[in-house]
Antibody, heavy 122, light 107 residues
Framework: QLQLQESGPGLVKPSETLSLTCTVS??????????WGWIRQPPGKGLEWIGS???????YYNPSLKSRVTISVDTSKNQFSLKLSSVTAADTAVYYCARHLRAAPRDAFDIWGQGTMVTVSS | DIQMTQSPSSVSASVGDRVTITCRASQGISSWLAWYQQKPGKAPKLLIY???SLQSGVPSRFSGSGSGTDFTLTISSLQPEDFATYYC?????????FGQGTRLEIK
């Protein structure tokens, strides 16, 4: 069955760039009807959608983060990635990658990675 | 952005109880609504999409209803494994937004 796995540094210094990769296994990232998304959750708080990407490279970003976020896809590796620049302590969170189903009337994040904790600290 | 507001923020209930959680959107979203369950230290799990469609593998004691701005998630008979935090999420427009969560605790 399809699985997603996040990877990347667990500690990032303030003002630097957070970089995470999500590896998709058990299926193709190039499937139609699916985008691939990033969602984060600060400790003890709720969920915030960061952005989603289609295998063609088409992206949607949260305007609150858009100036700092880049999401990219590598179909040859069945991976997609997140870069968040100029991080501060407010970016400390568990970062999840998820499959973003978009096939009307179905539109939801239906498969999630386990999440990876990223702490911003010097 | 569309704001999603859940109520209550927390609720205590017993095994076997019927529980209803409400989600209100700041503007009409038709039936573009999903519900998720999250247990501590785990990723969210999709329960309901399109406001009332049960995701494959989710027990039938979970049900969703509503359209427009007002939605509900109902658990007909609480089981021990249902104690968790529940989130609604609108899928009508970008940016996708989530409710603040409802924590379901054991009474």
């Amino acid at each position: 069955q399809l699985q997603l796995q996040e990877s990347g540094p667990g500690l990032v210094k303030p003002s630097e760039t957070l970089s995470l990769t999500c590896t998709v296994s058990g299926g193709s990232i190039s499937s139609s009807s699916y985008y691939w998304g990033w969602i984060r959750q600060p400790p003890g708080k709720g969920l915030e959608w960061i952005g989603s990407i289609y295998y063609s490279g088409s992206t949607y970003y949260n305007p609150s983060l858009k100036s700092r976020v880049t999401i990219s896809v590598d179909t040859s590796k069945n991976q997609f990635s997140l870069k968040l620049s100029s991080v501060t302590a407010a970016d400390t969170a568990v970062y999840y990658c998820a499959r973003h189903l978009r096939a009307a009337p179905r539109d939801a994040f239906d498969i999630w990675g386990q999440g990876t904790m990223v702490t911003v600290s010097s | 952005d569309i704001q999603m507001t859940q109520s209550p923020s927390s609720v205590s209930a017993s095994v076997g109880d019927r529980v209803t959680i409400t989600c209100r959107a700041s503007q009409g979203i038709s039936s573009w609504l999903a519900w998720y369950q999250q247990k501590p230290g785990k990723a969210p799990k999709l329960l309901i999409y399109a406001a009332s469609s049960l995701q494959s593998g989710v027990p039938s004691r979970f049900s969703g209803s509503g359209s427009g701005t007002d939605f509900t998630l109902t658990i007909s008979s609480l089981q021990p494994e249902d104690f968790a935090t529940y989130y609604c999420q609108q899928a009508n427009s970008f940016p996708r937004t989530f409710g603040q969560g409802t924590r379901l605790e054991i009474k």
